[in-house]
């Protein structure tokens, strides 16, 4: 059984789109590409479909993770390319490789969010945004299935800035651009949640929704503050292979 991991994207309208819309459009492209999916057994078998840590609904992503096995071998471009051509734009497949190690969602500590504040002068983002990080604590309310919960949202967020491109103002309206590092605790601190405690600490309050997009998602490297890309231990994996299979081939005819 060969497992092949995959990152894919939802943007412009497919934002919307929920996570259980996206596991009916998904299995749809598998049958339409003939993939040779491996089934679970019991009464009623399906398709062996892995999903690591969805954004929510709503927010658009560049860096969306899932794994599937296969009951045949499949190159994993070409494999890539079917399930892109089956789904429709916006749902993109950008990535993919052959699962060589274990542990995909473990890889997963970290996402990098941006939120485009349209009506927002960069100026009070800034303050804000200064205001958040300065903070000892973030206190904000979410409504549950078991009635509202307050907690504390700064420690999950690594750091907060204001991101400026003049490619990010297409009109003469003010515009800030937040980007930011979230570690993935418990209770999960959503992009929502920060917009909750910016409003708490700085009073920004933008006067249309924030269009929110998850750029990246992996593992945080402390030493860096950055996120890596949860795959490239797979990749790692796959080139040192052949230099393994040669050298062990090498020893075997001396």
């Not at 412009?12 to 259980?20: I, N, P, Y």
């Not at 800030?176 to 700085?202: E, F, K, M, N, Y």
């Amino acid at each position: 059984m060969q497992r092949i991991r995959l990152r894919y994207t939802k943007r412009g309208r497919l934002r919307f789109t929920s996570h259980r819309d996206f596991q009916r459009a998904f299995e749809r492209a598998l049958r339409r590409a003939e993939v040779p999916m491996a089934y679970s057994a019991g009464f009623t078998p399906h398709p062996k479909v892995s999903y690591a840590n969805a954004a929510p609904t709503g927010t658009g992503s560049e860096a969306e993770y899932l794994e599937i096995a296969l009951s045949e071998a499949r190159d994993p471009e070409k494999l890539r390319i079917l399930l892109d051509e089956s789904l429709p734009a916006g749902l993109d497949v950008v990535d993919a490789v052959e699962a060589r190690t274990s542990g995909l969602a473990d890889r997963l500590t970290a996402s990098v969010w941006e939120l485009r504040l349209d009506g927002v002068d960069p100026a009070e983002a800034e303050r804000a945004a200064q205001a958040f990080n300065t903070a000892e604590a973030v206190e904000v309310q979410r409504m549950t299935k078991n009635g509202v919960r307050t907690f504390d949202a700064r420690p999950a967020v690594v750091h907060l800035e204001t991101h400026s491109d003049p490619a990010d103002r297409p009109t003469d309206q003010p515009c800030a651009i937040l980007r930011l590092v979230v570690r993935h605790v418990t209770p999960a601190v959503r992009p929502d949640d920060v917009l909750s405690g910016l409003r708490a600490v700085a009073d920004l309050a933008p006067p249309v929704p924030a269009a929110v997009t998850r750029l990246a998602q992996g593992l945080f490297d402390e030493e860096t503050g950055t996120v890596t890309d949860p795959l490239a231990p797979d990749r790692e994996a796959a080139t040192a292979l052949p230099t393994a299979d040669s050298a062990a081939a090498a020893k075997a005819s001396a």
